[in-house]
């Protein structure tokens, strides 16, 4: 097991290697990758890894199975070869700067079907799940039980009596997941009846083109085994910047020179977890008071961040490298998603409360808005949750808050769940997404008015405007995007297409480039991410270069990159052990290839 567990770290590499020449000093790496019977790995990641493998790049084969790659690391490297269906390839190599050295990789296939299985993502055992009743228990399961974390990857898919898996759901309602006691039961039996450790045989397949072949990601690794950088957005200096929830840091990597900052948030008077103190927050991944959770920049350079824990609303000076706190106040629970609109006021959800925050910088006047409550139980969940947690919070990791409340009886709908929030171009309007309670919402920003429609999928979770003001809408529950125009008020709805039999997906966010109006999503179950084009309607995958990928939020670059945190909750449970920041560039790969004039 200790072997397979290095393996899969990447620590020992048992396919076959070629090396075209001997080893000399280069950053920069031309080559081909093949399949155990010799011929060209279309589509396969070439991956190098800096000396402590803490900065990885890559770039994907071509038809022929070739690629180039530059990098900007030197040292004791290696480059790993990567391909859905075979086991990594991968070589050590001393490199200096501007020096371009050919280095080929041979795939191999597995050693048995058990090996064949660790480098399965978390989707391949998901659709291995027997539920009785598909469409109600698995979509309950989807919106309690694959949001912050992936489960079915190999850290959480071990094998467990229906006992022991009940007891890790009540740790996951201990810190707000809210199934039923029903949904609960069905849980444990399913998980134990799928998660059981017996090989089987599966195909994933990603799809490789010419469009993959053009593609090159970055990746940082930053923080420690428990750092939670919930949300990373791409700041005016080019910078990223991370909010890391677990641990009350603002992190902030400048991707030219791979510099990472720390900077610590202020001192709070409120106990560990903040507000929600009474809940059985993860020991060791929450230690912090506030919770930083989103980000948005007003126009004055001041980032603007939501503390989900503390209820508080923060700004940062990059220039200054100051803090301010404000506090929310109105009984809110939870600030989550913000943006900012072409006037600099700072729009948020509260999704506890069920609430929408709006902040005036100038005049630093607080406005805290009651949303529809769509419902006599959430209507009673709304007025009565911010004083479970206040009781709760008198008895510090106890949850007391699950003896109060009404879930375990009638399941997550008892919370709306205002989630994620954007400005439309085209007229200023505010728009939220409801993810408990499946609707999308508009607040008219000068008479506060509010509107609702219920949307034809389910989980609205991260909305985006398009340049023309059309609504897109990743459905997080039913593995779908939905796409709605405000003039007509129609929606249309596109399924996700999984990379295996069986499979689903879980579109946490997305954004929308609009450069060139192509949607962006987060593809958290299968370890890749994804890009939609309206105009014909298609998908597009770009496997992800390290197992366990869970993405956030996405931010574009003004070079053409698309960047989100890489976040699984526990970070150990990522490959290599460690979150960070990831970037996409479309046309990297194909920059790479011209600039060391093509590979051999």
């Given at each position: 097991m200790l072997y397979r567990l290095f393996r899969l770290a990447g620590l020992i590499a048992p396919a076959a290697l070629i090396l075209a020449g001997a080893p000399s000093s280069a950053a920069n790496f031309v080559g081909k990758v093949t399949t155990p019977d010799g011929k060209p790995a279309y589509g396969a990641m070439v991956t190098v890894f800096s000396a402590d493998r803490q900065v990885r790049q890559t770039v994907y084969t071509a038809e022929d199975g070739s690629y180039a790659i530059r990098t900007d690391m030197a040292g004791a490297l290696t480059v790993r070869a990567r391909l859905s269906g075979f086991d990594d390839a991968s070589l050590g190599v001393t490199a200096g700067a501007d020096q371009t050295q050919p280095v080929s990789l041979r795939l191999a296939g597995f050693a048995d079907t058990e090996s064949a299985n660790e480098a399965l993502s978390a989707s391949a055992f998901n659709a291995r799940l027997p539920w009785k009743n598909l469409k109600r228990d698995r979509r309950a399961f989807i919106s309690q039980c694959n949001y912050c974390h992936q489960l079915g990857n190999l850290t959480t898919r071990s094998a467990r009596s229906p006992h022991d898996w009940m007891v890790e759901i009540n740790k996951m309602e201990g810190i707000l997941a809210l199934p039923s006691a029903r949904e609960k039961r069905v849980f444990a039996d399913t998980l134990s009846r799928g998660f059981d450790g017996v090989p089987f045989a599966a195909v994933q397949t990603y799809g490789a083109s010419a469009q993959l072949a053009r593609a090159k990601v970055r990746e940082w690794s930053v923080g420690d085994d428990y750092t939670f950088i919930h949300d990373a957005d791409v700041a005016k200096d080019g910078k990223v910047y991370g909010t890391d929830e677990g641990h009350d840091v603002l992190w902030v990597l400048d991707r030219q020179s791979g510099h990472i900052d720390r900077y610590p948030l202020p001192a709070s008077t409120l106990p560990r977890g903040g507000k929600f103190s009474g809940m059985k927050l993860p020991i060791g991944v929450f230690t912090g008071k506030h919770g930083p959770h989103s980000m948005a920049q007003t126009s004055d350079g001041r980032i603007w961040i939501t503390n989900a824990l503390s209820s508080t609303l923060m700004s940062f000076d990059p220039r200054t490298k100051a803090f301010k706190t404000y506090e929310v106040g109105h009984d809110?629970?939870?600030?989550?998603?913000?943006?900012?609109?072409?006037?600099?006021?700072?729009?948020?959800t509260i999704v506890a409360s069920n609430q929408i925050g709006r902040f005036d910088p100038k005049t630093e006047q607080m406005t805290v808005i009651r949303l529809p409550s769509n419902g006599f139980i959430r209507w009673t969940s709304d007025m009565l949750f911010p004083t479970l947690m206040r009781i709760g919070s008198w008895?510090?990791?106890q949850?007391?808050?699950?003896?109060?409340?009404?879930?375990?009886m009638f399941g997550f709908s008892i919370l709306a769940f205002p989630y994620g929030i954007d400005v439309n171009p085209k007229?200023?309007?505010?728009?939220?997404?409801?993810?408990?309670?499946?609707?999308?919402?508009?607040?008219?920003?000068?008479?506060?008015?509010?509107?609702?429609?219920?949307?034809?999928?389910?989980?609205?979770?991260?909305?985006r405007f398009d340049a023309?003001?059309?609504?897109?809408?990743?459905?997080?529950?039913?593995?779908?995007?939905?796409?709605?125009?405000?003039?007509?008020?129609?929606?249309?709805?596109?399924?996700?297409?999984?990379?295996?039999?069986?499979?689903?997906?879980?579109?946490?966010?997305?954004?929308?480039?609009?450069?060139?109006?192509?949607?962006?999503?987060?593809?958290?179950?299968?370890?890749?991410?994804?890009?939609?084009?309206?105009?014909t309607r298609t998908f597009f995958s770009y496997p992800s270069p390290t197992r366990v990928t869970v993405l956030r939020d996405f931010s574009f670059t003004d070079d053409g990159q698309v960047c989100?945190?890489?976040?699984?909750?526990p970070s150990y449970a990522i490959e290599g052990g460690r979150g960070g920041i990831i970037c996409l560039e479309p046309e990297g790969g194909d920059k790479d290839r011209r600039a060391l004039g093509g590979a051999n």
């Open positions: 809110a629970l939870y600030p989550h998603t913000i943006r900012v609109d072409s006037h600099d006021i700072v729009w948020f008895f510090p990791d949850a007391v808050h699950l003896n109060l409340s009404t879930h375990r007229d200023g309007s505010i728009w939220y997404a409801k993810l408990y309670a499946s609707r999308i919402g508009r607040i008219d920003p000068k008479t506060l008015n509010i509107q609702e429609w219920e949307t034809p999928m389910k989980g609205p979770r991260r909305p023309s003001g059309v609504l897109w809408i990743p459905a997080f529950d039913d593995g779908g995007l939905m796409r709605f125009d405000p003039a007509t008020q129609a929606f249309q709805g596109f399924k996700i297409p999984p990379i295996g039999k069986g499979e689903y997906e879980t579109p946490y966010a997305l954004n929308v480039d609009r450069r060139t109006g192509d949607i962006w999503l987060a593809a958290n179950n299968s370890d890749r991410i994804l890009r939609f084009t309206p105009a989100a945190s890489s976040s699984n909750l």
